[in-house]
Nanobody
Framework: QVQLVESGGGLVQPGGSLRLSCAASGSISNIRAMGWYRQAPGKQRELVATINNNGYRNYDDSVKGRFTISRDNAKNTVYLQMNGLKPEDTAVYYC???????????WGQGTQVTVSS
């Protein structure tokens, strides 16, 4: 099992920034990728960004150029730097980790991001 704990969410004004963190613990070996998803009220959960063990990143088009995903392997932590936040970014943000071989994906508990003036 992998435990993922997100932090850094909160209330921010449009145009502002937040940095989300996700600390992984437990059986953290053989993780091939980590990422961030989000779910807004009344909408399906959607991919925000992923990063694999080679450092390759991908982003949803809605956040590309504004958000940056990164990893600190020494700290077993993945980050999401969010700049230029918009009201439509309001959602619960979930951290994920995907294992090699089994392709099992683990989910964090989520952290609320609210963008409002």
């Amino acid at each position: 099992q992998v435990q993922l704990v997100e932090s850094g969410g909160g209330l921010v004004q449009p145009g502002g920034s937040l940095r989300l963190s996700c600390a992984a613990s437990g059986s953290i070996s053989n993780i091939r990728a980590m990422g961030w998803y989000r779910q807004a009220p009344g909408k399906q959960r959607e991919l925000v960004a992923t990063i694999n063990n080679n450092g390759y990143r991908n982003y949803d088009d809605s956040v590309k150029g504004r958000f940056t995903i990164s990893r600190d392997n020494a700290k077993n932590t993945v980050y999401l730097q969010m700049n230029g936040l918009k009201p439509e970014d309001t959602a619960v943000y979930y951290c994920t980790a995907t294992k090699r071989y089994t392709s099992t994906t683990y989910w964090g508990q989520g952290t609320q991001v609210t963008v409002s003036s």
